[in-house]
């Protein structure tokens, strides 16, 4: 299994970004998949989800209305695309593909920092 | 939402010693569905246990997970210098959603 999360860079407060994964070594539409962040020196917070087939979705408080997640299976590739960010929105992003026996991480991939600086 | 409670903060043993780490919820955790990680300084999480206490694939067997309801544990038996980690529980049993515990810190002397 891997995971290759991409798309993480310095923005602006209000400003937007999309991130992506490349995931491969496992049939990707089996799975459901999610973003979890860590802030700098922080613990891990779990962001979103996204099913199988792409067509529901679920979000945390703290992002629900500015974060969309979104998935191509024909690219085996996932998506978070991140709107009106704030500064508290900096963290390192983690791809995270849940496990076959319930909504534990099985696997995570690297992660990709996104810094909400002016 | 279930708010997962870990403790101590900070764990200081010497090798060789026994670790055991507590998470409680503050609602009963359905099927016993809780999750044990382990991040090391620069890496991402790794999966250390599931279901409460079922080994992930490749974990040694000195790592082990134990409890019910509302109050869990992580126990290390015969810690080792690589041990020394951030461990994390998290609660999938109110699904869609997860929940993390803020970690214990692991220390070796």
């Known amino acids: 299994v891997q995971l290759v999360e991409s798309g993480g860079v310095i923005v602006q407060p209000g400003g937007s970004l999309r991130l992506s994964c490349a995931a491969s070594g496992f049939i990707f539409d089996d799975y459901i998949i999610h973003w979890v962040r860590q802030a700098p020196g922080k613990g891990l917070e779990w962001v979103c989800l996204?099913?199988?087939?792409?067509?529901?979705?679920y979000y945390a408080d703290s992002v629900k209305g500015r974060f969309t997640i979104s998935r191509d299976n024909s690219k085996n590739s996932l998506y978070l695309q991140m709107n009106s960010l704030r500064s508290e929105d900096t963290a390192l992003y983690y791809c995270a593909k849940e496990g076959d026996f319930g909504s534990y991480i099985e696997s995570w991939g690297q992660g990709t920092l996104v810094t909400v600086s002016s | 939402e279930i708010v997962l409670t870990q403790s101590p903060g900070t764990l200081s043993l010497s090798p060789g010693e026994r670790a055991t780490l507590s998470c409680r919820a503050s609602?009963?955790?359905?099927?016993?569905?809780l999750a044990w990680y382990q991040q090391k300084p620069g890496q991402a999480p790794r999966l250390l246990i599931y279901g409460a206490s079922t080994r992930a694939t490749g974990i040694p067997d000195r790592f082990s997970g134990s409890g019910y309801g509302t109050d869990f544990s992580l126990t290390i038996s015969r810690l080792e210098p690589e041990d020394v980690a951030v461990y994390y529980c998290?609660?999938?049993?109110?699904?869609?959603?997860?929940?993390f515990g803020q970690g214990t810190r692991l220390e070796i002397k």
């Open positions: 998290q609660q999938y049993g109110s699904s869609p959603s997860i929940t």
């Open positions: 609602q009963r955790v359905t099927s016993d569905y």
């Open positions: 996204i099913s199988r087939d792409g067509d529901n979705a």
